[in-house]
Protein backbone atom coordinates (compact mmCIF):
# COMPACT_ATOMS: atom_id res chain seq x y z
CA UNK A 1 0.00 0.00 0.00
CA UNK A 2 1.47 3.44 -1.00
CA UNK A 3 1.24 5.88 1.67
CA UNK A 4 2.89 8.43 4.32
CA UNK A 5 3.79 7.47 7.55
CA UNK A 6 4.51 9.18 10.40
CA UNK A 7 5.64 8.20 13.77
CA UNK A 8 5.50 8.30 16.76
CA UNK A 9 1.86 8.97 16.79
CA UNK A 10 2.45 10.95 20.14
CA UNK A 11 5.92 12.36 21.24
CA UNK A 12 6.54 14.24 24.85
CA UNK A 13 9.35 15.93 25.32
CA UNK A 14 11.30 18.04 28.00
CA UNK A 15 11.58 21.76 27.37
CA UNK A 16 15.15 22.48 25.95
CA UNK A 17 15.81 19.32 24.02
CA UNK A 18 15.36 19.02 20.45
CA UNK A 19 12.85 16.21 18.67
CA UNK A 20 12.85 14.77 15.06
CA UNK A 21 9.76 13.96 13.67
CA UNK A 22 9.95 11.38 11.08
CA UNK A 23 7.83 11.23 8.09
CA UNK A 24 8.39 9.11 5.27
CA UNK A 25 6.48 8.35 1.73
CA UNK A 26 6.24 5.52 -0.91
CA UNK A 27 4.24 7.29 -3.51
CA UNK A 28 7.09 8.36 -5.25
CA UNK A 29 6.47 11.95 -4.91
CA UNK A 30 8.85 14.63 -5.60
CA UNK A 31 7.23 16.96 -3.09
CA UNK A 32 7.26 17.36 0.53
CA UNK A 33 5.65 19.01 3.23
CA UNK A 34 5.75 19.86 6.97
CA UNK A 35 2.69 21.69 8.78
CA UNK A 36 1.81 22.95 11.94
CA UNK A 37 -1.52 22.90 13.36
CA UNK A 38 -2.45 24.17 16.67
CA UNK A 39 -6.34 23.63 18.13
CA UNK A 40 -8.97 25.17 16.27
CA UNK A 41 -6.63 26.27 13.71
CA UNK A 42 -6.28 25.67 10.06
CA UNK A 43 -2.28 24.43 8.40
CA UNK A 44 0.67 26.67 8.88
CA UNK A 45 3.50 25.50 6.40
CA UNK A 46 6.51 25.37 7.85
CA UNK A 47 9.38 24.19 5.33
CA UNK A 48 8.72 22.57 2.16
CA UNK A 49 11.07 20.52 -0.55
CA UNK A 50 10.60 20.12 -4.10
CA UNK A 51 13.46 18.08 -5.14
CA UNK A 52 16.25 15.89 -2.98
CA UNK A 53 19.22 17.89 -1.20
CA UNK A 54 16.60 20.71 -1.60
CA UNK A 55 14.41 22.74 0.37
CA UNK A 56 12.34 26.42 1.41
CA UNK A 57 11.48 27.95 4.41
CA UNK A 58 7.60 28.58 4.52
CA UNK A 59 5.53 30.77 6.65
CA UNK A 60 6.94 29.78 9.89
CA UNK A 61 10.27 27.75 9.76
CA UNK A 62 11.75 30.08 12.98
CA UNK A 63 13.00 27.20 15.29
CA UNK A 64 12.80 24.32 13.28
CA UNK A 65 15.43 22.75 10.75
CA UNK A 66 14.69 19.79 8.52
CA UNK A 67 16.78 17.92 5.81
CA UNK A 68 15.73 15.67 2.62
CA UNK A 69 18.50 13.20 1.89
CA UNK A 70 16.20 11.05 0.46
CA UNK A 71 13.44 11.28 -1.65
CA UNK A 72 11.18 8.84 0.42
CA UNK A 73 12.25 10.73 4.15
CA UNK A 74 11.73 14.54 5.25
CA UNK A 75 12.10 14.59 8.93
CA UNK A 76 11.65 17.51 10.86
CA UNK A 77 13.67 18.54 13.68
CA UNK A 78 11.93 21.16 16.51
CA UNK A 79 14.80 22.70 18.23
CA UNK A 80 15.05 24.10 21.74
CA UNK A 81 14.78 27.78 19.62
CA UNK A 82 11.24 27.36 18.89
CA UNK A 83 9.34 29.12 21.72
CA UNK A 84 5.63 27.14 21.32
CA UNK A 85 6.31 23.30 19.93
CA UNK A 86 3.29 21.78 21.26
CA UNK A 87 1.28 21.43 18.38
CA UNK A 88 0.05 18.54 15.76
CA UNK A 89 2.82 18.07 13.42
CA UNK A 90 1.25 17.16 9.85
CA UNK A 91 3.68 15.80 7.01
CA UNK A 92 2.76 16.10 3.21
CA UNK A 93 3.52 15.42 -0.14
CA UNK A 94 2.83 15.72 -3.70
CA UNK A 95 3.78 15.03 -7.30
CA UNK A 96 6.11 17.67 -8.75
CA UNK A 97 3.37 19.10 -11.17
CA UNK A 98 1.79 22.62 -10.90
CA UNK A 99 -1.67 22.22 -9.18
CA UNK A 100 -1.75 18.80 -7.90
CA UNK A 101 -2.87 17.94 -4.89
CA UNK A 102 -1.25 16.84 -1.46
CA UNK A 103 -1.23 13.59 0.77
CA UNK A 104 -1.17 13.55 4.31
CA UNK A 105 0.01 11.24 6.62
CA UNK A 106 -1.76 10.35 10.51
CA UNK A 107 0.26 13.33 11.96
CA UNK A 108 2.33 13.24 15.09
CA UNK A 109 1.18 14.97 18.28
CA UNK A 110 4.07 16.47 19.79
CA UNK A 111 3.68 17.72 24.21
CA UNK A 112 6.48 19.79 25.39
CA UNK A 113 6.53 20.19 28.95
CA UNK B 1 -0.65 35.74 -3.85
CA UNK B 2 -3.60 33.27 -3.65
CA UNK B 3 -6.34 32.98 -0.46
CA UNK B 4 -8.94 31.30 0.72
CA UNK B 5 -11.80 32.41 2.57
CA UNK B 6 -14.29 29.79 4.47
CA UNK B 7 -16.98 29.96 6.55
CA UNK B 8 -16.34 30.29 10.03
CA UNK B 9 -18.07 27.20 12.29
CA UNK B 10 -19.07 25.17 14.50
CA UNK B 11 -21.70 24.32 11.95
CA UNK B 12 -24.30 21.79 13.58
CA UNK B 13 -27.19 19.84 11.80
CA UNK B 14 -29.80 17.29 11.83
CA UNK B 15 -29.15 14.13 10.11
CA UNK B 16 -30.34 14.27 7.00
CA UNK B 17 -29.97 17.83 6.62
CA UNK B 18 -28.99 19.70 3.65
CA UNK B 19 -25.26 20.83 3.37
CA UNK B 20 -23.51 23.94 2.45
CA UNK B 21 -20.15 25.18 3.44
CA UNK B 22 -19.30 28.66 1.85
CA UNK B 23 -15.62 29.28 0.28
CA UNK B 24 -14.41 31.77 -1.81
CA UNK B 25 -10.90 32.22 -3.43
CA UNK B 26 -8.82 35.14 -4.74
CA UNK B 27 -5.77 34.03 -7.40
CA UNK B 28 -4.61 34.89 -10.49
CA UNK B 29 -5.40 32.36 -13.29
CA UNK B 30 -7.22 29.25 -12.66
CA UNK B 31 -5.71 27.61 -10.07
CA UNK B 32 -7.00 23.88 -8.76
CA UNK B 33 -9.39 24.06 -6.02
CA UNK B 34 -9.69 21.50 -3.35
CA UNK B 35 -11.50 20.33 -0.43
CA UNK B 36 -10.32 18.48 2.46
CA UNK B 37 -11.46 16.44 5.52
CA UNK B 38 -9.93 15.93 9.16
CA UNK B 39 -11.47 13.69 11.36
CA UNK B 40 -10.01 14.34 14.92
CA UNK B 41 -7.02 13.28 16.12
CA UNK B 42 -5.93 12.01 11.68
CA UNK B 43 -4.44 13.64 9.04
CA UNK B 44 -6.22 15.63 6.48
CA UNK B 45 -7.85 13.42 3.60
CA UNK B 46 -8.19 14.72 0.03
CA UNK B 47 -12.33 15.32 -0.54
CA UNK B 48 -12.69 16.50 -3.77
CA UNK B 49 -10.79 18.37 -6.10
CA UNK B 50 -11.71 20.99 -9.38
CA UNK B 51 -9.04 21.69 -12.22
CA UNK B 52 -10.66 24.36 -14.07
CA UNK B 53 -13.32 26.59 -14.38
CA UNK B 54 -17.32 25.19 -14.11
CA UNK B 55 -15.31 21.69 -13.46
CA UNK B 56 -17.33 20.04 -10.70
CA UNK B 57 -15.50 17.71 -8.01
CA UNK B 58 -17.72 14.72 -5.98
CA UNK B 59 -16.78 12.32 -3.89
CA UNK B 60 -19.34 10.56 -1.33
CA UNK B 61 -22.01 12.47 -1.98
CA UNK B 62 -20.55 15.58 -2.02
CA UNK B 63 -20.00 18.57 -4.14
CA UNK B 64 -18.48 21.13 -5.01
CA UNK B 65 -18.47 23.28 -8.54
CA UNK B 66 -15.44 26.13 -9.25
CA UNK B 67 -17.24 29.07 -10.14
CA UNK B 68 -14.86 31.86 -11.82
CA UNK B 69 -17.69 34.53 -11.77
CA UNK B 70 -18.31 34.58 -7.71
CA UNK B 71 -14.86 33.05 -7.57
CA UNK B 72 -16.07 30.73 -5.36
CA UNK B 73 -15.68 27.15 -4.61
CA UNK B 74 -18.90 26.38 -2.27
CA UNK B 75 -19.21 22.60 -0.48
CA UNK B 76 -22.24 20.60 -0.35
CA UNK B 77 -24.47 17.60 0.41
CA UNK B 78 -27.85 16.68 -0.03
CA UNK B 79 -28.52 14.54 3.26
CA UNK B 80 -25.73 14.72 6.20
CA UNK B 81 -24.94 11.68 8.14
CA UNK B 82 -23.00 11.42 11.50
CA UNK B 83 -20.28 10.07 10.27
CA UNK B 84 -19.76 12.98 7.94
CA UNK B 85 -18.72 15.14 11.38
CA UNK B 86 -15.33 16.87 10.81
CA UNK B 87 -13.69 19.85 9.86
CA UNK B 88 -13.52 20.37 6.63
CA UNK B 89 -10.74 22.65 4.90
CA UNK B 90 -10.95 24.36 1.30
CA UNK B 91 -8.03 25.04 -0.06
CA UNK B 92 -6.18 26.52 -3.49
CA UNK B 93 -2.98 25.81 -5.61
CA UNK B 94 -0.75 28.24 -5.13
CA UNK B 95 3.04 28.38 -6.55
CA UNK B 96 5.71 26.28 -6.43
CA UNK B 97 4.22 23.22 -5.31
CA UNK B 98 2.44 25.03 -2.98
CA UNK B 99 -1.31 24.72 -0.88
CA UNK B 100 -3.00 27.29 0.73
CA UNK B 101 -5.71 26.04 3.88
CA UNK B 102 -8.50 28.16 4.79
CA UNK B 103 -9.03 28.23 8.43
CA UNK B 104 -11.50 25.09 8.73
CA UNK B 105 -15.22 24.52 9.13
CA UNK B 106 -15.90 22.31 12.04
CA UNK B 107 -19.32 20.23 11.01
CA UNK B 108 -21.27 18.54 13.85
CA UNK B 109 -24.32 16.61 12.84
CA UNK B 110 -26.86 15.15 15.35
CA UNK B 111 -28.50 11.76 15.24
Known amino acids: DGGITQSPKYLFRKEGQNVTLSCEQN?????MYWYRQDPGQGLRLIYY???????QKGDIAEGYSVSREKKESFPLTVTSAQKNPTAFYLC????????????FGPGTRLTVT | GNSVTQMEGPVTLSEEAFLTINCTYTATGYPSLFWYVQYPGEGLQLLLK?????DKGSNKGFEATYRKETTSFHLEKGSVQVSDSAVYFCAVYSSASKIIFGSGTRLSIRP
Open chain 1, 27 to 31: LNHDA
Open chain 2, 50 to 54: ATKAD
Open chain 1, 49 to 55: SQIVNDF
Open chain 1, 92 to 103: ASSIHTGGGEQY
